[in-house]
Each structure stands twice: as C-alpha cells, then as structure tokens.
C-alpha cells in the first residue's frame, strides 16, 4: 500500500531564510505522480505541482523549488527567502496511476511559520 | 468555471441529527472525490465516483455515512446520525482523466467545516 511521510510536523523560520520541507513516499507502483498542495490559514487547498515518477528533474518556480530523488524515494520542497505569507500548512500527497484519477494519499502536512 | 463548489461552507448541527455536504464538480471532470480532514488522522479519501459511479468506498468510515451522485454535476455526501467525532473539514474534488492519464492535479473546492455538538 502506499504511504507519504512528512516527519517535519512544525518548522519555524525568520523571514527570508531558506527552508526545505522534506516528503519520503513509498510505493509498489512503477509509475505514480507526487504532488504539492498548500493550505493557508483561510483553509482551502492550493494546488502546487505535479510531478510524474518518470521525471526526476528538479523543477523551479520562483521562490519555490523541488527536488525528487527516486533512489531515496523523495520528493522534497524548498522556499527560497520565505515570507511571512508563506505561512501554511504544506502537504506532499502520492497517486498511483491504476487509480485511474487522482486518488490522492496524503502526508501528514508540515505547519511551516514564517515569522518577521 | 467557478471551480468546485461545495455547500455549505459550515454546519453546525447536534448529535443525532442527519447532515447533508453537498458538492458541485467541474464541468466535464470524470472523477468526483469526498475527503475527510481531521487534526488525528490528517486528510484522508471517504469515497471516489468515475462517471457517477461508486468507485472505492472503504474509506467511509461506518454505516452511518453515505455518499450518492445521481448525475454529473452533483455530488452529497451524508451523515445519519451525526456524532461529535464526524466534526471535521469535509473537502470535495474532481478532476478529468485524458488518454494518456489523470489530469494535472485533483481541483479542491473550499470545504465544508462541520461540528456536531
């Protein structure tokens, strides 16, 4: 069956460090997509990346960067000189592609507070 | 499009009485989703539909819940009877499968807080 850990529960940053959330998945899929979702304050789920387990480039946005290393099964998120709205709860999910649709098994979620 | 749409956006109710969530996906999504997300268990799938169609239930809880969709463009999820331990964030969401696989991501609407007292 398949499993996201997010072993990070709380992490506290100063504004404008750098801060990396890390997501360990486990699967017996050969092909799945791992995704990023944010969840704010205001509560509703914010769509951040899909990436399918047969690109393992890193991909860049902004501020915000990803690193999946399928050796280690990880699919890690870093923010670049965070800011106070980057305060959220962030959530690594996995769906495997027998699912059909996005059946999504999620993580934990990391609280991330990004003080001034 | 508005996105999914989910009503309403909060509910209280007493125990023992029935709840209904409802839930509109987007137009031309396939597959329709009911997440549950509470501060033990984190957020976690209830029941998907693939064109109306009950596809994977063993995530609803007990008997006590029940999920229908009697068309493409309508989804409810319900609680009979309701118990304090049902108060959660109930979240709903669809997405479209092409040829080559799921779309790119599960679209959320903005979910139904409920609390049973």
Known sequence: AQKVTQAQTEISVVEKEDVTLDCVYETRDTTYYLFWYKQPPSGELVFLIRRNSFDEQNEISGRYSWNFQKSTSSFNFTITASQVVDSAVYFCALSEVWNAGNMLTFGGGTRLMVKP | DAGVIQSPRHEVTE??????????????HDYLFWYRQTMMRGLELLIYFNNNVPIDDSGMPEDRFSAKMPNASFSTLKIQPSEPRDSAVYFCASDHRGTGGPNTEAFFGQGTRLTVV
């Not at chain 2, 125990?15 to 031309?28: D, F, N």
């Open chain 2, 15 to 28: 125990m023992g009485q029935e709840v209904t969530l409802r839930c509109k996906p987007i137009s031309g």
